[in-house]
């Protein structure tokens, strides 16, 4: 395959957890002394242990992720394979690739576990204060979630 032919900023396609579909750039640098394959594998490496990729995010197919980037799918392949050697994602056959459910060096994961705790736990007991029940809050959030706001 061609330089040419490598999309540098290519928008990758992905399923979460949850089965929606999700999005994430991945940038390749052609003149770089690094091998594709380390490339692609640092980058997702990366997203895993900073949360962007979560456990049980279902990657593409190497031949997708390879159609995607306009890469050769052996160099997608050996980005996986490493991966998973590494501990940061689990094949399982033809369901496909996964985020592992605790990879290494996951410490971020684990303290946006505990925030989420806590948070969860304020937020409750603010709404139990006011007098509101637990249904109502919770149509509260899922409307929330659904309108796509953020703070």
Same mark, same amino acid.
């Given at each position: 395959?061609?330089?040419?032919?490598?999309?540098?900023?290519?928008?990758?396609?992905?399923?979460?957890?949850?089965?929606?579909?999700?999005?994430?750039?991945?940038?390749?640098?052609?003149?770089? !002394?690094?091998?594709?394959?380390?490339?692609?594998?640092?980058?997702?490496?990366?997203?895993?242990?900073? !949360?962007?990729?979560?456990?049980?995010?279902?990657?593409?197919?190497?031949?997708?992720?390879?159609?995607?980037?306009?890469?050769?799918?052996?160099?997608?392949?050996?980005?996986?394979?490493?991966?998973?050697?590494?501990?940061?994602?689990?094949?399982?056959?033809?369901? !496909?690739?996964?985020?592992?459910?605790?990879?290494?060096?996951?410490?971020?994961?684990?303290?946006?576990?505990?925030?989420?705790?806590?948070? $969860?736990?304020?937020?409750?007991?603010?709404?139990?204060?006011? !007098?509101?029940?637990? $249904?109502?809050?919770? $149509?509260?959030?899922?409307?929330?979630?659904?309108?796509? $706001?953020?703070?």
């Amino acid at each position: 395959m061609r330089s040419s032919d490598i999309d540098l900023n290519p928008v990758i396609e992905y399923s979460d957890r949850t089965g929606e579909p999700r999005r994430l750039v991945i940038r390749l640098d052609p003149g770089s !002394g690094v091998p594709r394959f380390e490339q692609l594998r640092a980058q997702l490496s990366v997203m895993v242990a900073v !949360g962007r990729l979560s456990p049980a995010d279902r990657l593409p197919t190497v031949r997708d992720l390879a159609h995607q980037m306009g890469l050769a799918p052996g160099t997608v392949a050996r980005a996986y394979r490493e991966l998973e050697h590494d501990g940061i994602v689990v094949t399982r056959g033809r369901a !496909g690739t996964f985020v592992a459910d605790e990879p290494p060096h996951s410490e971020p994961l684990r303290e946006r576990r505990e925030r989420l705790q806590t948070a $969860a736990t304020n937020f409750v007991f603010d709404m139990r204060q006011l !007098g509101i029940v637990d $249904a109502d809050i919770t $149509a509260a959030v899922i409307e929330v979630q659904r309108a796509g $706001a953020h703070p």
